[in-house]
T-cell receptor
Framework: KQEVTQIPAALSVPEGENLVLNCSFTDSAIYNLQWFRQDPGKGLTSLLL?????REQTSGRLNASLDKSSGRSTLYIAASQPGDSATYLC??????????FGAGTTVTVRA | EAGVTQFPSHSVIEKGQTVTLRCDPISGHDNLYWYRRVMGKEIKFLLHFVKESKQDESGMPNNRFLAERTGGTYSTLKVQPAELEDSGVYFCASSPRTTTGELFFGEGSRLTVL
């Protein structure tokens, strides 16, 4: 069974600290992996998309790495800000068109 | 460019009633998907359209759910009759036909069945 796990479920950090969010998946034969952000009551905003042939993607303060052999992806957010408070979701496309989602990590950045 | 739009944003209905959710994908996107999150669970795939054709409806929970995509444009998801366990947030997403595989999601339609 293809599963996606995100640990921890919640994270609270002081402003300015770097955030490290983890995502693990059970099958290394992935097509791509997408990180999303969700604010309360809102939709999913795509942050980064990593293709299976890539090791990392960067956008501004965000950097996502992918290690297929160990079944892991990590999202780094540098110098966190209160506006980064949200739920971050990892979703894996295992080869068909479906995305398999993790349960998410809820981040609180304290001012 | 307009994103994926969904309507209504929130619907409250009684058990046994019918509800129809609508999704307008990004213009030109051939792929359209429905996902949902029920309370306390991960977001789960429901089905996938390519233009007006259903490619994969393996995630549809039962025959009370009917999805259509008229002319390959907007899509509707009808629940009839609704049950309590259908409560949740229904997300629509779209992507271009030739694509890196990035999906663009709408704001979701929250369904509450009383």
């Amino acid at each position: 069974k293809q599963e996606v796990t995100q640990i921890p479920a919640a994270l609270s950090v002081p402003e300015g600290e770097n955030l490290v969010l983890n995502c693990s998946f059970t099958d290394s034969a992935i097509y791509n992996l997408q990180w999303f952000r969700q604010d309360p009551g809102k939709g999913l905003t795509s942050l980064l998309l990593i293709q299976s042939s890539q090791r990392e993607q960067t956008s501004g303060r965000l950097n996502a790495s992918l290690d297929k052999s160990s079944g892991r992806s990590t999202l780094y957010i540098a110098a966190s800000q209160p506006g980064d408070s949200a739920t971050y979701l990892c979703a894996v496309r295992f080869g068909d068109y479906k995305l398999s989602f993790g349960a998410g990590t809820t981040v609180t950045v304290r001012a | 460019e307009a994103g994926v739009t969904q309507f209504p944003s929130h619907s409250v209905i009684e058990k046994g009633q019918t509800v129809t959710l609508r999704c307008d994908p990004i213009s030109g996107h051939d792929n359209l998907y429905w996902y949902r999150r029920v309370m306390g669970k991960e977001i789960k795939f429901l089905l996938h359209f390519v233009k007006e054709s259903k490619q994969d409806e393996s995630g549809m929970p039962n025959n009370r759910f009917l999805a259509e995509r008229t002319g390959g444009t907007y899509s509707t998801l009808k629940v009839q009759p609704a049950e309590l366990e259908d409560s949740g947030v229904y997300f629509c997403a779209s992507s271009p036909r030739t694509t890196t595989g990035e999906l663009f999601f709408g704001e979701g339609s929250r369904l509450t069945v009383l």
